[in-house]
């Protein structure tokens, strides 16, 4: 992985009140600023919070080092007002590579089980999530650990997100975090070329997948993906077989052999609070 910049930085407010793809939550939560996986797909390094940095995208990680204690302090009167539903993370990786150091986000995740919220969406791609598990089971319904594995076959990881973690941890993140009552889901999300076998694998890692692509996923019915030249990353037998805004239709049809349609969602709808 190449060296990133870290820089402790004092945030002036940590819940942000939810909006576009994340309407159906009160607030985001993210306690970094930047992702050291640095995805090649990834929709942020199209905002303003990566546009207006010297640095790309993937090499600087700024930690909110006050998170905690403003989280307190929000959350005490965010929920006075009503329902507080969190999404975390909608801008970064809750638990990048610097979580096993710094221990943000289980700092976050300690004040959310002593004041909880309505409901906590947590979506990472890393396997260190498992390490949260007590905390996990204290939280119980109000919580959904949404992994993402976008493809089965780590070779295609690698061509997309190659400082990414491979897809055997994902596996086995899921796996253990379901076996241990916690409800999850597979997010396969950006959707990559995988094999037939992916839902066989899926099956008793989780019990409710969702899938979303680059066309109804990226905010923009595919344009912001467009100007990152994703296309180009693709090999040539893969382009027009899954950049494709019809593919996900023959991933659902795969994943119907083995799923339930209620253990299936498509793009948004998967990211939303469960009712
Ligand atoms: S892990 Fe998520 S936030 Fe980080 S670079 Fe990848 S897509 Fe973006």
């Known amino acids: 992985m190449r060296e990133k910049t870290i820089l402790h930085k004092q945030a002036r407010t940590i819940l942000t ?4 793809f994340l309407q159906g939550y009160s607030h985001t939560l993210n306690p970094y600023v930047g992702c050291a996986y640095g995805c090649s797909y990834c929709y942020v390094r199209k905002m303003p919070i990566a546009l ?16 905690k204690s403003l989280l307190i302090k929000e959350l005490r009167r965010e929920k006075q007002k009503g329902p507080v539903t969190v999404f975390m993370s909608s801008s970064t990786d809750p638990y990048q590579p610097i979580e096993y150091k710094e221990e943000l986000t289980r700092n976050l995740l300690e004040a959310l089980t002593e004041d909880p919220p309505d409901f906590l969406f947590i979506q990472t791609r890393s396997p260190m999530v498992t390490r949260d598990l007590d905390l996990f089971q204290k939280l119980k319904d109000r919580l959904l650990v949404s992994i993402t594995i976008e493809t089965d076959e ?8 190659p400082q990414a973690p491979a897809i055997r941890g994902r596996l086995r993140a899921l796996k253990e975090l379901h076996a241990n009552g916690i409800q999850t889901q597979a997010a396969i999300a950006p959707l990559l070329p995988s094999s037939p076998n992916f839902p066989k694998i899926l099956r ?14 990226d905010g923009s019915g595919g344009k912001r993906t467009k100007q990152l030249n994703i296309q180009n990353k693709y090999e040539p037998e893969h382009v027009y077989h899954w950049y494709d805004e019809n593919a ?9 052999q083995e799923f339930r349609d209620k253990e299936l969602f498509i793009s948004q709808q998967g990211f939303l609070p469960p009712t």
């Open 204 to 217: 008793d890692h989780t019990n409710r997948i969702t899938i979303d692509d680059f066309f109804m996923g």
């Open 154 to 161: 780590d070779s295609i990881r690698k061509q997309f997100s």
């Open 52 to 67: 207006f940095r010297e640095q790309s995208w993937g090499d600087y990680v700024d930690v909110k080092a006050n998170a």
């Open 248 to 256: 996900y239709k023959k991933l659902l049809r795969r994943f119907q």
């Open 17 to 20: 009140k939810a909006s576009g």
